[in-house]
Nanobody, 111 residues
Framework: QVQLVESGGGLVQPGGSLRLSCAASGSIFSINDMRWYRQPPGKEREPVARITSGGSTLYADSVKGRFTISRDNAKNTVYLQMNGLKPEDTAVYYC?????WGKGTLVTVSS
């Protein structure tokens, strides 16, 4: 079992930046891909970005060029650097590894 804890959410103005972190603990040896998802208000949860154990990345079209996913295997942590934030990026952001999910962190983009 893997435990995931997200942090770094908050209120930011359009055009601003935030960096989310996801700290993993437990059976971390079993972790391969790590993913960020988000759930906007009143909408379904959607994938945002993925990073493999080897560092390959994949992004949703809506965030490509603005968001960057990275991981620090020594710290068992994955990051999501979000630049050029838009109001439509407002959502609860969740970290995922295999069948494990964090509780989420809220990102609100508003002036």
């Amino acid at each position: 079992q893997v435990q995931l804890v997200e942090s770094g959410g908050g209120l930011v103005q359009p055009g601003g930046s935030l960096r989310l972190s996801c700290a993993a603990s437990g059976s971390i040896f079993s972790i391969n891909d790590m993913r960020w998802y988000r759930q906007p208000p009143g909408k379904e949860r959607e994938p945002v970005a993925r990073i493999t154990s080897g560092g390959s990345t994949l992004y949703a079209d809506s965030v490509k060029g603005r968001f960057t996913i990275s991981r620090d295997n020594a710290k068992n942590t994955v990051y999501l650097q979000m630049n050029g934030l838009k109001p439509e990026d407002t959502a609860v952001y969740y970290c995922n590894a295999d069948k494990s999910w964090g509780k989420g962190t809220l990102v609100t983009v508003s002036s």
